[in-house]
């Protein structure tokens, strides 16, 4: 039997990320640089609420995740009307362009993180893609391309640049999206982690119902292995996205660790922390290192430009048992870019050591 589908699911190519399997990475005991997770880890009431909730895990969850979304009420100020809850942003990201994006235009700024494009284009959509290191330096030009009837996607704090929109400067592009007629996905996944200022906008969707912004707890609590994330829309956005989520898709521990996170606010105190003080520390040391040139970051990584090909420094890293993020696979960046997380003091003075044993 010859199995057809539609053409955008015949050429769907699944993006590589980082992570402690990727890069060829098959050792346990790897220092991480490359996933961009709170330095400061899991909470540690996290950790004990997970030991004393095992058994429920014969249980069905709820499917509606009530006890987290009460938790994220208050967290958020937002009616519940407004969140919607899944496993991982990365499940609502591709709810939200299969629901509202089929066959219209998008507009992505690059370079940035790949799955809007990935998961749009598995909505069949049409793309235009702005080239910019800094979205802040040309906002206008931006603006001007936004489609009518489509949807622009911003990355803030921006992976992998980690450049950051001011909430006037995200305003400007929703409220001229809407008079387009266009929906605005903003993805603050590492908001959170910014330390010098809160440019949050998700207030605003009680203003603008063109407005959707995505919010990950893998990153401000070190949640990665547990998919946990969340997202917040007008209530007719949030309405239909909760219609036609898969049932249980966020289990029963995700759902208890999101509720016993969110309640550690000193546990973002002190990521925050150690994200200032450690990135001036690793900027500085990078900076003497010739083959090495930092961007300026807002929160919890750096992109670094660099002579020798992005792939063979992975691999010369990877004898030194640190793995980093290759960024030759992001649009708009080549095979002379590499990211790094900001990870704990001591484990950044080995990401030096050898970053200047490989040069």
Not at 146 to 174: D, E, R, Y
Not at 320 to 333: E, V
């Amino acid at each position: 039997m010859k199995i057809r589908t539609k053409t955008s699911i015949a050429k769907h190519h699944p993006i590589s990320h980082g992570g402690r399997f990727s890069g060829g990475n098959r050792q346990p005991d790897v220092l991480d640089f490359s996933s961009n997770t709170s330095p400061a880890g899991i909470p540690s009431s996290v950790k004990s609420a997970m030991k004393k909730r095992l058994d429920e895990m014969e249980y069905y969850p709820d499917t509606n995740s009530t006890s987290l979304l009460s938790s994220l009420k208050k967290y958020t100020r937002l009616s519940d009307s407004h969140i919607v809850v899944g496993n991982g942003a990365i499940e609502i990201l591709y709810n939200f362009c299969s629901t509202f994006l089929s066959k219209k235009r998008v507009l992505i700024p690059t370079p940035t993180f790949s799955e809007y494009e990935s998961a749009s284009k598995l909505a069949d959509c049409k793309f235009t893609f702005f080239k910019t290191m800094n979205l802040s330096e040309n906002l206008d030009s931006f603006i001007s391309q936004i489609p009518v009837n489509g949807c622009v996607f911003v990355c803030n704090p921006n992976n992998p640049t980690g450049t950051i929109l001011s909430k006037k400067q995200l305003t400007k592009i929703i409220s001229a999206a809407k008079t387009r007629s266009s929906f605005v996905f903003v993805d603050e996944c590492f908001i959170e982690l910014v330390p010098e200022s809160n440019q949050s906008i998700m207030n605003l969707v009680k203003k603008y119902d063109n407005l959707f912004v995505l919010r990950s707890l893998t990153k401000s609590y070190g949640l990665a292995g547990i998919r946990i994330g969340y997202g917040i829309g007008s209530k007719s956005i949030i309405k239909i996205l909760k219609k036609i989520k898969i049932p249980w898709s966020v289990n029963a521990l995700a759902q208890e660790a999101g509720i016993i996170a969110i309640k550690n606010k000193s546990h973002l105190t002190k990521s925050k922390s150690i994200i200032k003080k450690e990135s001036d520390f690793l900027k500085k040391k990078i900076a003497k290192i010739t083959s090495f040139e930092c961007y300026d970051s807002s929160t919890n990584f750096i992109l670094i430009k660099t002579k020798q090909d992005s792939t063979k420094i992975q691999k010369k890293l990877l004898k030194h048992k640190i793995l980093i993020r290759d960024c030759k696979n992001f649009r708009g960046l080549n095979n002379h870019y590499i990211r790094i997380a900001v990870k704990s003091h001591k484990d950044n003075l080995k990401l030096v050591n050898a970053m200047e044993a490989i040069t």
